[in-house]
């Protein structure tokens, strides 16, 4: 017999097998000859009293034992005979290409950025030199802007897809067991890279292919089919489908896209700016201590709120991270968050942002409709904008532009600010002058409720940094619901959060998957 029940340990036990064992017993009466195993199914803490405690959902095993394991997935050699274009190797690309081989299809993957390792030189340039390379940085390159952005595997809906398979799947390749049991899966980027390069040699070692630095540049369209990409402005190559898995930050694949005739949306985004606390600082907020517990984890939060008719919110939170560069043209600043696994730097950063509303593109002071003009690509070059203004305002260079949440509230210059993760450093700017005064308004008001949510939130130790613009994709490439093929072009499957239908590594890389199987539906019927 199997029984899932709940039990309640101390952080220190939490790891226990005997203390683990002996709850089990204690909570179901049984004798110790009965039990054969405990599953742990999920884990989470639980911090809403003085003394934080894990709870742990298992699967006890009562006079049976475990069956062993199988594998959800199974790759095996594919032939030449079947094949599919795969544009991008970020999640939506890699699970895509992986699926295919599932399939028995060949994934041919062009990828514009480095593989995983040379990409590392790039992200030394940007962080100590201020030098964006635009086909290589924090965004583009193997494994897309997960691979050097934390890593978080917040998924847990099973409508997009199998969400369990994804997280075996990357089990599989390198990461730890944890991440299919904990309540919100952290792999770190220190481990990701090695991920990624395994789930590279899978594709290789049966028959795929992969190719770097070689990015999308045309379409081979006849009559409203695609029977082919140009790579690199010059090479040609056919094939009967395409998924296109670029990325929301592969701003050039939009205007190509535009100038080829494909039907692009306008969708709703969020911008604003990274705010970071000590993480100390955290801890003590969310688990009511001075000094937070050795067996668990770096704190983390989550915040949302209204400010009249729109959203706010925290996005992307690090605990015990860093906020790095994710600029990917020179002229502009973007950040991110990121953390390694162990989660130990002193810092503690998030997204705090702001709805984008189509009212916003309007400006007031010039009383004109200033990016209305650029019709679908309004919200996109509104976030290049505000992405300037942060580069302008930070030297012209990656340094970035900050103040003290309290100063940011008062709406005062900062005489001072306090310490920093970013590397490329900062600089005290007016962000409650120079951010748009609808995201500005918002910001401040969503910050004095959330301090109000989270007792010191709001202190002068908490700085902000702009500018947070990378949440989403201001712009969608629609798509049929059934058959998941743009809703004009035959043969192309948008895909992934640059298509607009992900928003993380485990939602990316489900939709992938279901890409690859909506390949194989359409081939069967040429």
Request: aromatic share 8%; net charge positive; with cysteine.
């Amino acid at each position: 017999m199997i029984q899932k029940i709940e039990i309640v340990l101390y952080p220190e036990d939490a790891s226990n097998r005997d203390v683990i064992n002996n709850k089990v017993l204690q909570k179901l009466s049984i004798n110790p000859g009965e039990l054969k195993a405990v599953v742990p199914v999920k884990r989470s803490i639980d911090a809403r009293s003085k003394k934080p405690v894990i709870r742990l959902l298992c699967d006890v095993y009562i006079d049976e034992f475990p069956q062993l394991k199988k594998e959800s997935f199974n790759y095996i050699p594919v032939k030449e005979d079947k094949k599919a274009i795969i544009i991008g190797f970020g999640p939506a690309g890699m699970f895509a290409s992986l699926r295919l081989i599932e399939l028995g299809i060949k994934p041919i993957v062009f990828e514009r950025g480095k593989d995983v390792q040379t990409r590392r030189r790039d992200l030394r340039a940007i962080q100590q030199f201020h030098t964006v390379n635009p086909d290589s940085n924090y965004c583009f390159g193997e494994g897309g802007a997960g691979t050097y952005s934390d890593g978080k595997l917040y998924t847990r809906s099973n409508k997009r897809g199998d969400v369990k398979k994804i997280l075996d799947i990357l089990i599989k390749h390198g990461a730890k067991e944890s991440v299919a049991i904990d309540a919100h899966p952290h792999i770190g980027s220190n481990l990701l890279p090695g991920i990624v390069k395994s789930i590279r040699e899978t594709i290789l070692n049966c028959g795929g292919e992969i190719h770097f630095n070689s990015k999308l540049t045309g379409l081979i369209l006849n009559d409203k089919k695609l029977r082919g990409v140009v790579i690199n402005e010059s090479a040609e190559y056919k094939a009967d489908a395409v998924v296109l898995a670029t990325g929301h930050s592969a701003r050039d694949i939009f205007y190509l896209l535009h100038k080829e005739g494909v039907k692009l949306e306008a969708k709703q985004f969020a911008m604003g700016v990274r705010i970071e606390h000590p993480q100390v600082l955290i801890d003590e907020i969310q688990y009511h201590t001075k000094k937070r517990d050795e067996y668990l984890p770096a704190a983390s939060y989550s915040l949302t709120c209204r400010v009249k008719d729109r959203g706010v919110f925290s996005f992307c939170m690090c605990p015990g991270g860093i906020i790095v560069p994710a600029s990917t043209a020179p002229g502009e600043l973007v950040l991110n968050g990121m953390s390694l696994s162990r989660r130990n730097s002193p810092f503690a950063n998030s997204g705090f942002v702001a709805e984008v509303k189509e009212a916003d593109y309007y400006n007031s002071e010039l009383k004109v409709n200033e990016f209305h003009k650029y019709g679908v690509f309004a919200g996109l070059e509104y976030q290049k904008w505000i992405e300037k203004i942060a580069f302008n305002a930070g030297g012209e260079k990656q340094t970035a532009p900050a103040q003290r949440v309290t100063d940011f509230i008062n709406q005062k210059i900062s005489g001072s600010l306090p310490a920093t993760s970013y590397i490329p450093g900062i600089v005290s700017a007016p962000l409650h002058e120079l951010l748009p005064k609808p995201i500005s308004i918002s910001l401040q008001n969503a910050l004095i409720e959330s301090g109000k949510k989270m007792r010191g939130y709001i202190t002068e130790e908490a700085v902000i940094l702009a500018a947070e613009t990378r949440t989403s994709s201001p712009i969608r490439i629609p798509r049929e619901k059934t058959t998941l093929m743009h809703s004009e072009i035959e043969g192309l499957f948008p895909s992934g959060e640059g298509a607009g239908y992900a928003g993380g590594i485990v939602s990316a890389a489900i939709d992938g998957e279901n890409c690859a199987d909506a390949v194989k539906n359409y081939m069967e019927t040429l």
